[in-house]
Every structure is written in structure tokens, then in C-alpha cells.
């Protein structure tokens, strides 16, 4: 939530990445004059080879648009909170749960996230994936799986292969 | 703002458009259970051969995402009011008009619309322009300019090139 507020500059260019990407997640989708940030910088929030930029958020805005990109084989943290996700595929593929159900992504596909909602994005093995999520500006934190939690998520066997990436 | 409500389906998948287009605006993006719906049934909005399609609108949303698709050598309304437009270009390519200033846009750039500025987006004349934008689910009606307005606009050659497409 330290983000700067996005600026009133009315056109912000997108910089594809390099052709040739080295691996080293630097490769990820940008634009000017947004920072590329680490998603959460928390050790209670496992997650890997997961980057967040703040595309849209201004006090005279009441939703706010980020982009989070997952980088091949990576996956976002495990988690739930009150407030939806709105979410838009922008870029490569992979899966995500929702609930108690796994889900193949891709392009452009939207995903709900409804309030409560276990989920987590992982990116295919040989894909990154990049997508848009709008949340509202004022919001709850979210909050990671107790033991008790994990061990109900575990306990069918397709969203276990999933959480261990398989 | 009819639209009906975006249903809690966790997952809606993206239609890419087949791929020879007929040319008629059926080849717009689309996506499972969102309606294609003409944008503007409004005489006294001036427009060209765009689309609206609402992506995400729920009652526990503070923002809403729509997709407009402008077809080639379309445009949108000159317009503006006191909401801010966050816009993502999602596909092709054109221009827009930002207050005093005529933009070149393409794939993944970044338009902010501020409050009470005239705008318009036009589509390249052989290549669609699609894009996500971002508005508050709660917002004021658009206002068109009245004779003085476009006056003023007209004033300025750049800007009257616009207008009239060139």
C-alpha cells in the first residue's frame, strides 16, 4: 500500500519486453514511469518469481488497477480476504485456484475471485503469466491458510497436485 | 448502465475472434456471458461503430471494467465529465484526443483521462482499437461539447485535424 499515486501524465507508454529474454525475470511486461515492484516482501506470504506494478491508482479513483507477473514455473501466495479480484489474463498462461476448483488460464480469460476465496496464480512451466487485477482502493489484507485450512485444501487430491505444482 | 450484473463464475473465457473477420464488427473481442452491446443508443452522442462490453460490474466492486472496441476508421464520443477514465489499450492501434493533445496509442499503453477533459479515441484506419477502461461504479453522465466548446476545440489545428479523422 506504499505506492506512490500513479501521476496525472495522460499517456504512459508500454515497453515490450527484450526479444531475448535473459531469465532472470527481468523480462517482465513494463511501462513508463511505474515501478516494478517485488510482490509482497512479507516471509509469512510464501510465494516465487512473482513482480507487481501499480498501473493505475489515484485518489480520485475508487478501484485500482495492478499488474502482477508470474514468472515461468512461479506462483503467487496462497490466500483469501473480503475484497473481490478482478482479474484479466494478459499474458501467457497457467492455472489458477479458486475456491475448491483448478482452473487452466490464458490470454485475456477473466477470473472472479468472490470475497473469502482461496486462490492462487501459478504460471505454466515454460510461461510466464501476467495479468491485470482490480481491487477496490480501500480494502482488507489478506490473509494465508492456517494449518487446519491447508490440511481441508490438501485433502482433495486434485487441488494438492496443484498447491505442490504438479 | 443496464448492463446486468457480472455473475460470480470464477472463470469466463475469451473468445479470440475468428479469423477472417467479415468486416461487418462481428470480429470485436469477446468473452463467455458478456453481451456485445451497441455503444450509446444516443442520438445526441456522436459515434462511430464501437462496442461496449462489460467485463467485471458486481455490487461489492467500487470500480467496473468495460471493453470498448472501436472498429478501423471508427470513433468514440467527444466527451468528458467529472469520472476518471483508466484506460489499457488491449488491441490494435490509434489515437486519442487528451484535453489539448492528440496521443498515437497501441497494445498495452496507458491513458488516464482526468477529470473534466475532453476525449476522444479514434482507430487506426486499417487496424481496431480495443481497450479495458476503468471507471468508478458510481460516476456522473458524460457532457457533450455545445457550439463554444467545439469552437475552442476547432481552434487548434491539430485538434480540428482529429476531429474530422485526418
Known amino acids: 500500500m506504499s505506492d506512490p499515486q ?17 531469465g532472470d525475470g527481468s523480462a517482465a511486461y513494463r511501462w513508463e514511469a511505474v515501478d516494478l515492484l517485488a510482490y509482497k516482501a512479507d516471509a509469512a506470504s510464501p510465494h516465487r518469481d512473482v513482480t507487481r ?8 479513483l475508487a478501484g485500482e488497477l495492478r499488474y502482477f507477473e508470474v514468472a ?3 506462483h503467487s501466495t496462497l490466500e483469501r480476504h ?7 489474463v494478459l499474458r501467457g498462461r497457467g492455472r489458477c485456484l479458486v475456491g475448491d476448483r483448478v482452473h487452466p488460464i490464458r490470454e485475456h480469460d477473466l477470473v472472479t475471485v468472490a470475497p473469502r476465496t482461496w486462490h492462487q496464480f501459478r504460471a505454466a512451466p515454460d510461461a510466464p503469466l501476467g495479468f491485470l487485477c482490480l481491487v477496490d482502493a480501500v480494502r482488507d489484507r489478506p490473509e494465508t491458510p492456517d494449518a487446519r485450512a491447508l490440511e481441508v485444501l490438501h485433502a482433495d487430491p486434485r487441488i494438492a497436485d496443484f498447491l505442490v505444482g504438479r
Chains 1, 2 share one sequence.
Do not use: E, Y
Open 6 to 22: 500513479t501521476k496525472d501524465t495522460p499517456i504512459r507508454r508500454f515497453v515490450p519486453p527484450p526479444r531475448a529474454g535473459g
Open 53 to 60: 506494478q501499480t498501473l493505475f491508482r489515484r485518489d480520485d
Open 72 to 74: 515461468p514455473g512461479g
Open 82 to 88: 473480503a475484497h473481490v479480484h478482478a482479474v484479466l
